[in-house]
Each structure stands twice: as C-alpha cells, then as structure tokens.
C-alpha cells in the first residue's frame, strides 16, 4: 500500500471531509487520495465554498484532480465560447461538480443541440449543470424535443422549472410530459420515440 494513501486519509479527516466522501475516493478512484499536493486541491475545492462534509466535495476534488491543467482548461474554454462566465462556471461547479468530469466533446455537444437545435439560453444550463452526464441519445435529446413542443404550443410555460423533464425518470416522464396531454399525446409520443430511435 502507498504510504500517502493513510497519511493523506487522515489529512482529509482533520479537514473535515466525511467518511462518505472519502470512501466515495476509495471507491472510485484511490489514486486521488495518493498524490503528493492533495492539499492544495483540498484548498481550492474549500474556497469554492463546497462542504467537506457532502460527497459532492469529494466529487469535487475527483473532478479538480482527474483533469490535467489542458484538458481542465480546454473546457473552461468551450463553457466560455458558449457565454459562460469564470462567475457562472463556479456556481454550476459548487451545484454540481460532476459536470466537469465529462468530455470536452460531450460539453459541446450538449450546447450545440441546447443553444443551435434547440434555441435555448446556454446560461439555463448553468442552473442544472447535471445534465451533461446523462446521455444525449437516450434521455437528453428525446426529452427536449418533447419539451419544446410543448412550449411552442404553449402547453408548458418558460418560467417552469426546467430541471424536472431531465431529472425524472422515464416513466415519470411519460406520465408528466406526454400522457396528461390527451389532445397532444400521440404527437409527443411520436417525437419522443422518433428522437429516442434516431439519436
């Protein structure tokens, strides 16, 4: 076993991280936990306000150290081509880190279907940063299309809270977003298997 592996469990500990988010680190990956400057990380992920004692700030820590400075930086790139602010990355960052364990590629994705296919405001997407981890094919792109005839035809209101379509489950989301409307449901029912088919 590594000697920073314990020392650098016990540094984690006094500084509050809980037991959940270290195991979490042991778990998925250890090699977080044997590196040499984990302290630094520790302070940055501190600073960004996130409570040691939650998972996300293990989370957090992973996504701080799987990144090499290029990559990291590649996408703080990318978000900014879309209009995101160091600002706004911070708070989707403190939201939800895992965001930022995805690909470049996927990030871009994402914003290209929300903001050139879709319409929609890039900054929305700050609010649930989530998203990104989910599957384009399978949940994002179906869901969407769906969400935007609704709103074209006025049957859902700009104002809804958007997080609901992407966080539900399938079933759930058939019964709330296409079932209850009758009138609509086999349109919807069309574009939602149509998208789900086709991605």
Known sequence: MDSRLPKNTKFLADAGVSNS???YLIRVRVGALICSDL???VDEVKKLGIDPSQ????IALLAKRSDRKLLWDAKVDILKSWGWSKEVMSKAFKTNPLYMLTSKDKINEVMKLWVNQLGW?????AKIPFIFGYSLERRIIPRAFVLQYLLAKGLRNKNDNINTPFFVSEAEFIEKFVECFKEERS???KIYYDKKGSS
């Open 39 to 41: 302290r630094k990380t």
């Open 121 to 125: 405001d890039a900054l929305a997407l």
């Open 21 to 23: 988010a270290i195991g």
């Open 55 to 58: 998972v996300k700030f293990a």
């Open 187 to 189: 349109q919807l029912l």
